[in-house]
């Protein structure tokens, strides 16, 4: 018998998918990892569980325990689906810009869902500042707290990284992959890295975010905006400190949107925002280094998570993105 321990053991090991129209197009070997197919539905499955393996560890999270985090969506049903197995109490708190479908999701899977004013980082009232507040007020809770929580990174270097160098067979020239906690980018490129120096790791930024200018210039500096949720930052997160990136690559929304719909309607590929960014990055990185590159990124979550905005004509046309 070959079976899998629950929605935890179902976590990781995701299939590394060749684009064939971009390989072709670009003459590069263009990978992404299909991180949609974890359980939840998205990568941030893998950093809710090793928060939650660190904190059962080290004690702090003990049964009947309460688990706080302030997430702009993935991490929380990553967390609501591990709390619901393991009979913890999931409260999360999350901006009132997030989609519509991410609230619902988190109610029908048991969290206590808790909405907030998006405001930035430096007003106290931010969603993580009072995700943290929650978690001292709460009787046996912890603070997931996932952008400073090095127990993120640690399991995309434990895994994420070794599962791509291991499908690509060692042969890989450059990662690329846009960054929210940055969890993703900091475990992957410290272990491509160690493997072999020579791997290029580019960060992909939308706008709005600070971090393309902090790679490009060494200052946290952003100009317009973006449609996408999850990624972009304006800080450098405890995860993204110390990171070995060689470059960054800013992808607008409409590049961002058309490669959605060309990973829907030529890979039969239905996923979100941030896979649309990374993939971008990929062929424009491809377009940079020339043909016979392995080029390798990640499809970060599913479409479905956004019907009614990414994949709603009325809404994209609102947008000026039709
Ligand atoms: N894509 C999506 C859809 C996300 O929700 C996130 C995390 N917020 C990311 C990408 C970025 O992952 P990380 O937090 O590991 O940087």
Redesign the pocket.
Known sequence: MRTRHGFAGTVGNTPLIRLGRLSAETGCELLAKAEFLNPGG???DR?ALAILQEAELGGRLKPGGTVVEGT????GIGLAHLCAARGYRCVIVIPDTQSEEKFALLRTLGADVRAVPAVPYADDNNYQKVAGRLAQELPNAIWAR?FDNLA?RQAHYAHTGPEIWNDCGGRIDAFTC????????AGVARYLKEQDPAIRIILADPYGSALYNWVKHGELTSEGSSIS???GNSRVTANLQGTPIDDALRIDDRSCVAMVYRLLREEGLYV?G?SGINVAAAVALAQQMGPGHTIVTLL??RGATYAARLFNPQWLAQKNLL
């Open positions: 998205s990568v941030k950093a702009a969506g993935n991490t996932q993120n846009a960054t929210g906690t940055g969890g993703t980018l949720e999850g990624i979100g941030s970060c979550d």
